[in-house]
């Protein structure tokens, strides 16, 4: 275990040093599928690096990784990476962005560290033994009223082909005057839930690289995450609503509300 997560903070520090070195430089930024979803040069180096510490020390671990997809061996473990969690603000020159890598063992998520080295906050998980920032313990926070409760969400890339019409959720949380946030980042809105800043996320569309770490972190710190139908959450689905727990069951109404 400990060489694990050796490994895994020895990848995740050497691509926030990357991002960090590049942050408001000159770098090549291209399109992906949709004109609005990138994919810089500063990305593909994060990446290049997080494989080659996790191949030098595992060459025999399944990666999963957002620009370079899947390379499967006979492995139980799997690192689930997202080199740049953050690319369009990365691209815009905003300081909002992390890596954020996950290890899954057989079906289950055991570690997770998702790092900002601008803001040089290190959120990390372990399965069981709770969830830190920068080595402090946090904990999701106990607001019980969705009215006094501040959100958070994304949007997809493709919202409007998106048949579940995120826009429509996001207008019946706002409509009921409550505060919503889109930070840009799903990897630290999942850890800012967790840490008491958010008192709830939800977003369409998400992929395993996007929430492997923050999902771990999130229940560690004692939140709650399912589908939109209050159904046990797994990184493979794509819609995601996380809370302190207490506003969870207030937040699925909503969702599933028709006004
Ligand atoms: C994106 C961010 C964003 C979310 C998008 C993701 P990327 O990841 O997490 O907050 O709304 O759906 O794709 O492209 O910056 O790695
Ligand atoms: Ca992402
Ligand atoms: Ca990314």
């Not at 990784?65 to 899947?70: D, K, P, Q, V």
């Not at 006094?148 to 207008?171: A, E, H, I, Q, R």
Request: hydrophobic share 35%; net charge positive.
């Amino acid at each position: 275990m400990n060489e694990l997560k050796e490994t895994l903070y020895k990848a995740v520090y050497a691509a926030g040093d990357i991002l960090k070195t590049y942050f408001q430089k000159k770098f090549n930024i291209e399109s992906k599928d949709i004109i609005s979803n990138l994919v810089t040069e500063v990305d593909k180096r994060s990446e290049e690096k997080i494989i080659k510490i996790i191949k030098q020390k595992f060459p025999e671990h399944n990666i999963l990784s957002e620009e370079i997809g899947a390379v499967r061996t006979e492995s139980s473990i799997k690192w689930i990476i997202d080199p740049l969690d953050g690319t369009v603000n990365y691209a815009h020159k905003i300081p909002i962005f992390c890596v954020s890598v996950g290890i899954e063992q057989g079906n289950e998520i055991i570690m997770g560290l998702v790092y900002n080295p601008l803001s040089n906050e290190e959120f990390f998980a372990e399965k069981g033994k709770g969830a830190y920032l920068n080595k402090k313990k946090i904990k999701v926070s106990k607001e019980k009223n969705l009215k006094k409760s501040l959100l958070v969400t994304g949007f997809p890339y493709n919202t409007s082909k998106n048949p579940m019409d995120p826009v429509k959720t996001f207008s019946k949380f706002v409509n009921r005057d409550i505060p919503v946030r889109r930070i840009g980042s799903a990897a630290l809105d999942l850890c800012w839930t967790a840490c008491g800043r958010f008192d709830g996320f939800w977003e369409y569309n998400l992929n395993p690289w996007d929430t492997a770490a923050g999902y771990l972190i999130l229940k560690e710190a004692g939140g709650k995450i399912t589908d939109f139908t209050g159904k046990k959450y797994s990184v493979y689905l794509k819609e995601i609503l996380a809370t302190n727990g207490l506003i969870h069951k207030q937040m699925l109404r909503i969702i599933n509300t028709d006004d």
